[in-house]
Nanobody
Framework: VQLVESGGGLVQAGGSLRLSCVVSGSIFSINVMGWYRQAPGKQRELVASTTNNGNTNYADSVKGRFTISRDNAKKTVYLQMNSLKPEDTAVYYC??????????WGKGTLVTVSS
């Protein structure tokens, strides 16, 4: 199973980006999919997650600005990021927890927000 993120890049403060994470390989079921980020010198932190029954969870710092969604048929999870701030600059990682409780991570995509 591989997770491949895309959509990162350089954007000015106030701008928007949409991240995508595609799951490839054979996986029986997907339970939770989410996005984490890690800024230089900081620990990796949860940005947003979504469960198989549609529940979502967001970090307080992104509530109202970021939206997570998933397309189960395409085995893809998205992160729409609006009103970006310089403090959103980080490497964004996709995470998947399978129905058997196995965790997979992508390699990350860099988001840089300039002031």
């Amino acid at each position: 199973v591989q997770l491949v993120e895309s959509g990162g890049g350089l954007v000015q403060a106030g701008g928007s980006l949409r991240l995508s994470c595609v799951v490839s390989g054979s996986i029986f079921s997907i339970n939770v999919m989410g996005w984490y980020r890690q800024a230089p010198g900081k620990q990796r932190e949860l940005v947003a997650s979504t469960t198989n029954n549609g529940n979502t969870n967001y970090a307080d710092s992104v509530k109202g600005r970021f939206t997570i969604s998933r397309d189960n048929a395409k085995k893809t999870v998205y992160l729409q990021m609006n009103s970006l701030k310089p403090e959103d600059t980080a490497v964004y990682y996709c995470k998947l927890i399978s129905g058997f409780g196995i965790t997979y991570w992508g390699k990350g995509t860099l988001v840089t927000v300039s002031s």
